[in-house]
């Protein structure tokens, strides 16, 4: 694993725990306005820090995810759904990235 790829999957796994955080915090006040504000946020500066470790192409996939139209009157099942739709994305990549590390170096 190079070092760009060692620091992309650090870079991620710290992105889910901050966006678990968020997701906890929400749940605890039950305030999903300003969760979903904090979510933005953290959205701009993970796709900006993914972005600088991992390249523009690895990146474009999380960065167009857009939460979609809901039809419920649940607002925690709506957030829930939201931070759901950036856990999963994120989850896979840190799982592209770990089984890059497992791969035996190339030309060996």
């Known amino acids: 694993m190079t070092e760009q790829e060692n620091r992309g999957l650090a870079i991620v796994?710290?992105?889910?725990?901050?966006?678990?955080?968020?997701?906890?915090q929400t749940m605890e006040d039950l305030n999903?306005?300003?969760?979903?504000e904090r979510v933005a946020k953290w959205k701009a500066r993970t796709?900006?820090?993914?972005?600088?470790?991992?390249?523009?192409?690895?990146?474009?996939?999380?960065?167009?995810?857009?939460q979609g139209p809901?039809?419920?009157?649940?607002?925690?099942?709506?957030?829930?759904?939201?931070?759901d739709s950036y856990r999963t994305p994120l989850t896979g990549l840190a799982k592209q990235l770990a089984q890059v590390a497992s791969r035996p170096p190339s030309g060996t």
């Open 13 to 24: 796994q710290q992105q889910v725990k901050e966006l678990d955080a968020i997701a906890k």
């Open 70 to 83: 809901s039809f419920t009157n649940d607002l925690v099942e709506e957030f829930s759904d939201l931070i």
């Open 47 to 66: 796709v900006a820090l993914l972005t600088e470790a991992l390249g523009q192409p690895a990146v474009q996939k999380f960065a167009a995810i857009q």
């Open 32 to 36: 999903t306005v300003a969760g979903t």
